[in-house]
């Protein structure tokens, strides 16, 4: 665990911009997640004044090399500079979207103080990939993979994980929200289960296995999305409370379509 210098000595991070909310007239409190340090909750001064140089900088899922002056709950923020910025992300509606709920996903499950660099690391190569051609969607369902994976409840969606069976591109099967797996007909237990379309098991596993999705698979679009749908259920069972902007990816009434 990295730990912060004294409050006599500002310390530099480089973060990405998670959450901010207004503080006072004109000040604002961001939430940053940090390579060092894991989550940090800053406060801006005079942020919201109409002639804030660093306004700008402190865009959501932006990335900046921050200087910050320690504080007991609060830390200050006394320079910001821009590393990385994804326009292609900001632009587009659908992949601004997917990067928010990415943002609230780490904002909501991380520490402070209780650094992942190879999360950090998986954030800079998701917003990077998102800005590009990448179907937000896959690239959503992809890092959610390796962030149950990083939190210790990686499964594997190739087969019933309860007696086995491979799934195949016409079997049956559900979702188990409270051990996140997927089971297949034999073996549901009739309740806390989602039911899922046939070729969920095989989407996801392909994710899992970077292999590549086949763009002309007649289910694909409808399969991601429950994909989605499931995995949101699951980490609000985890974190017990809704996590808001998995949400707004895709309404839970197309989602079970």
Not at 48 to 77: D, V, W, Y
């Amino acid at each position: 665990m990295s730990s912060l210098p004294t409050e006599k000595h500002p310390f530099a991070a480089e973060a990405f911009v998670l959450r901010h909310y207004d503080y006072s007239d004109h000040d604002r409190i961001v939430v940053l997640f940090s390579r060092e340090f894991g989550l940090l909750r800053a406060i801006a001064k005079g942020l919201r004044r109409p002639n804030s140089k660093m306004a700008g900088r402190l865009e959501l899922l932006r990335c900046n090399q921050f200087l910050l002056k320690r504080g007991r709950t609060l830390h200050r923020i006394e320079q910001c500079d821009t590393v990385r910025h994804f326009p292609g992300v900001y632009q587009d509606y659908d992949r601004l979207m997917v990067a928010l709920a990415v943002g609230d996903l780490v904002s909501t499950f991380c520490q402070e103080m209780d650094p992942h660099p190879e999360l950090y690391q998986a954030l800079s190569v998701f917003m990077a990939h998102l800005g590009e051609e990448t179907e937000p969607l896959i690239a959503l369902l992809t890092f959610e993979l390796y962030f149950l994976e990083v939190m210790g409840y990686a499964q594997d969606f190739s087969c019933c994980q309860n007696c086995g069976h491979p799934f195949g591109s016409e079997d049956r099967h559900v979702f188990h929200l409270h051990h996140g797996s997927l089971l297949c007909a034999d073996c549901n237990p009739g309740t806390l289960v989602q039911h899922m379309p046939r070729a969920v098991g095989q989407i996801l596993s392909w994710i899992q296995a970077e292999e590549g999705l086949p763009r002309e698979h007649p289910n694909l679009p409808k399969a991601l999305a429950r994909a989605h749908f499931a995995l949101r259920s699951f980490f609000e069972h985890i974190a017990e409370k809704e996590i808001k902007a998995l949400h707004f990816v895709i309404p839970a009434t197309a989602a079970t379509r």
